[in-house]
């Protein structure tokens, strides 16, 4: 069976990282951008990994250009971006596609898991799953579920 942990993905540094390096934690996989209506959620990711990091949650972010070009800086300034401006110190990864011939295979598999709207298509930025320590998709969130809102779901996963 293939879950999470069978990827791997370019970091925002330049360095491969496994997704197994996150085996038994909780992870919230989200495609980001950074000059999208739906930026400030950053901010709510932020917030909800540290309020959940030391039980096991780890959010790992994926900018996204596919949409309106709205993730317009290179990974370098998408870092300096997120930082600056949200705060950001949970996990960036290097830009990727997320629909189409080019998309990055984590979220072909993401979008098998749990499809969404059309052909399991990603309608927008900020989609979000929600994948168990186990490596299993639970849940998918669309653009306009904030993060706090998906804080219940997140505790049910996490240990007491």
Known sequence: MTTAHDFSATAIDGAERHLADYKGKVMLVVN?????????QLEGLETVYQ????????????????????????AEGTAAFCSKNYGVTFPMFAEIDVNGDGAHPLYTWLKTEKGGVGPSKIKWNFTKFLINADGEVVKRYGSTTKPEKIAKDIEKLLPA
């Not at 980001?32 to 400030?40: N, R, V, Y």
């Open 32 to 40: 980001t951008a950074t000059a999208c209506g739906f930026t400030p």
């Open 51 to 74: 309020s959940y990091v030391d039980r096991g949650l780890v959010v790992l972010g994926f900018p996204c250009d596919q949409f309106g070009n709205q993730n317009p800086e290179d």
